[in-house]
């Protein structure tokens, strides 16, 4: 029993002086070093050659000054998707600028007004380089887009400009439906995703057939469009309680990006100023409404007054000299008011409809009507508003054509 527990334990101790040291690891490595450098080798051409195919990134990056006494929360759709990564203080009005800016309803109209939903690009080598509708040598144009599809196209004609292109899609459940289409420049083509139409694009300096053959062509519905970009769009404040909005965007292709930047801005001015419009025209509605309905009541007065004078014979000449005369002065003082302030009406209607300069309406100018007062209050807070995007923008500038039509 005694001699069974030395060998147990000379057999422990064997196993312990056989163990892996760091010289042992050490020698495997230097007699085996030709994998390790192959391996690595490997390794890093898969990482470049990785890094070689994959397409640039651009941000295009802008400065937006929100002023916070335009606080237009409930005018803007934000049910759906929001930006990707949206930073903004809470408590602000600055809060709702934010949201809208990210909105359904703006993304939308930004894509939509740039095409942006239809993306060119060309193989080169290893990777793809996206190009703007401008620099592509065709043009998609789409009357109606159902599902997302991607064309490439095979071939090009130049006899008798037609085509031939692979299709590509892929319905909601099923498998990616590959199929070949020909047709002519500028002829309609109606299939599953949508109606759309090829065309070659008149503004390219030269027409590259060689270019064209590579051009791969990716189309998506406007709202799949509008919420990827609204995962690409960044925006957040400048500063902590600042009212400085930072607005960012990244794209494949610089000047797409910085097309997708100034097109948000643009379409967010439009839509803040819309809404400062539409405040005011039903403001003017109502005052209508109301001076409307004042003038029948008095008017039943008068009516009411004269009735029931003459069913009770209520006639007192000295009287009613006296009143006709008392009434007469007031009359007089009430008709030179009210001149008075037609002739303001008069020029506040100038500049309204475009016949005088556009400039600041002047306030406490005797008009009694609290609602009109408040109406050329918004109308200034709009004009100051013009003014302001007129030293920053030049007057072709579509808000600033919107402003002064």
């Known amino acids: 029993m005694t001699e069974n527990n030395k060998d147990i334990i000379d057999g422990r101790k064997e196993e312990e002086n056989k163990s892996i ?5 050490f020698d495997f490595i230097v007699f085996n070093w030709y994998w390790f450098a192959l391996s690595a080798i490997a390794f890093a051409g898969i990482g470049i050659v990785y890094a070689l195919s994959r397409p640039d990134v651009y941000r295009s990056s802008a400065m937006v000054l929100i002023d916070e006494q335009y606080n237009r929360s409930s005018n803007s759709d934000l049910t759906g998707f929001m930006p990707g990564r949206m930073m903004y203080r809470t408590n602000s009005g600055v809060e709702d600028e934010l949201l809208i800016m990210g909105s359904r309803s703006i993304m939308e109209r930004v894509v939509a007004e ?3 939903n239809i993306v060119y690009a060309t193989k080169s080598k290893l990777r793809y380089s996206y190009l703007t509708a401008e620099s592509s040598p065709l043009k998609l144009t789409a009357d109606t887009i159902r599902y997302t599809f991607n064309i490439h196209i095979k071939s090009i004609e130049d006899a008798d400009g037609s085509f031939k292109a692979l299709l590509e899609y892929r319905l909601p459940g099923q498998k990616t439906t590959e199929k070949t289409i020909t047709g002519a420049f500028g002829e309609t083509i109606r299939d599953t995703v949508g109606v759309f ?6 503004a390219t300096a030269g027409y590259n057939p060689k270019a ?7 189309v998506r519905p406007v709202r799949n469009a509008a919420e990827a970009y609204a995962k690409a769009l960044h925006v957040a404040q400048a500063q902590k309680f600042s009212n400085i909005v930072n607005v960012s965007i990244s794209d494949h292709n610089p000047q797409k990006a910085a097309a997708l930047t100034n097109k948000l801005i643009e379409v967010y001015n439009e839509d803040a100023i819309n809404s400062k419009r539409r405040t005011a025209e039903a403001t003017m509605r109502f005052i209508d409404e109301r001076l409307q309905a004042v003038e029948g009541e008095l008017s039943d007065v008068d009516t009411a007054i004269e009735k029931f004078k003459s069913d009770n014979s209520a006639v007192d000449i000295i009287s009613e000299t006296k009143l006709s005369l008392e009434t007469s002065r007031q009359y007089e003082d009430d008709l030179l008011k009210t001149e008075i302030q037609l002739e303001m009406l008069s020029a506040i209607g100038d ?3 475009g016949k005088e300069e556009i400039g600041i309406l002047p306030v406490n100018i005797g008009i009694e009507n609290q609602a009109l007062s408040n109406a050329i209050n918004k109308y200034n807070e709009l004009v100051l508003e013009r003014m302001r995007l007129g030293t920053e923008t030049s007057d072709d500038n579509p808000v600033i054509r919107e402003m002064n039509a």
Do not use: G, H, K, P
């Open 21 to 25: 040291t760091l010289r042992d690891i």
């Open 114 to 116: 740039l095409d942006a």
């Open 197 to 202: 139409r090829l065309e070659r694009a008149v």
């Open 212 to 218: 064209a053959n590579s051009l791969r062509i990716y």
């Open 351 to 353: 500049i309204l409809n």
